[in-house]
């Protein structure tokens, strides 16, 4: 069974330029993440997703950033403009969440890797 | 959440048993501790949950104490492809907003 699928793996911009990632993830699974992780620390919660429902994006800073995931499968998560700042890697994970079963096992993709210029 | 504290780093040898701690004193009734392990350029891979006392996969122990205001994961005879980056997270299963810390960089040698 194929995992999550994250694209692109690497991507390089210029400051104040758009970004978009893109998440598959595992048939079945509910519950969508997108976590930011930084050089030399643990990956940081941005938004959660239970089927097309954003139940969690406390994290996420709405002036640049914003996601979708509509039909409840795929997302997009998207940074307009970019700043220098945001130069890390973007996880997307997904969980069969509460209806599922859930066991607490999230299922993270390889990630993106933003270079911001 | 609870919050969690666990070494920086830890350093081992090729077939050595290697023991994590991690301190969660603030940890919930309704909480389980989950540990996940990195690797440069993947996303975290989940190791073991529990709730208390011993639990065992084909990959690792998790050791609870009574008072589940720790935990200790154990990795048995380590080798260089165990050298990654393990995190100890708490919380609730049922919400799944794990917090991630910092975690603990293990470097195996031969």
């Known amino acids: 069974e194929a995992g999550v699928v994250q694209s692109p793996r690497y991507k390089i911009i210029e400051k104040k330029q758009p970004v978009a990632f893109w998440c598959n993830p595992i048939?079945?699974?509910?519950?969508l993440y997108w976590y930011l992780q930084n050089l030399g620390q643990g990956p940081e919660l941005l938004i959660r997703y239970e089927n097309e429902e954003a139940v969690d994006d406390s994290q996420l800073p709405k002036d640049r950033f914003s996601a979708e995931r509509l039909k409840g499968v795929d997302s997009t998560l998207k940074i307009q403009p970019a700043e220098l700042g945001d130069s890390a890697v973007y996880l997307c994970?997904?969980?069969?969440?509460?209806?599922?079963?859930?066991?607490?096992?999230?299922?993270f993709g390889e990630g993106s890797r933003l270079t911001v210029l | 959440l609870a919050k969690t504290t666990q070494p920086i780093s830890m350093d081992s040898y090729e077939g050595q048993e290697v023991n994590i701690t991690c301190s969660h004193n603030?940890?919930?009734?309704?909480?389980?501790i989950t540990w996940y392990q990195q690797f440069p350029s993947q996303g975290p891979r989940f190791i073991i949950q529990g709730y208390k006392t011993k639990v065992t996969n084909e990959v690792a122990s998790l050791f609870i104490p009574a008072d589940r205001k720790s935990s200790t994961l154990s990795l048995p005879r380590v080798s260089l492809s165990d050298t990654a980056v393990y995190y100890c997270?708490?919380?609730?299963?049922?919400?799944?907003?794990?917090?991630f810390g910092k975690g603990t960089m293990l470097l195996v040698s031969p």
């Open positions: 603030n940890i919930a009734t309704n909480d389980y």
């Open positions: 048939s079945g699974h509910n519950t």
């Open positions: 994970a997904s969980s069969t969440g509460l209806a599922g079963g859930y066991t607490g096992e999230l299922f």
């Open positions: 997270l708490v919380g609730d299963k049922g919400y799944s907003t794990l917090t």
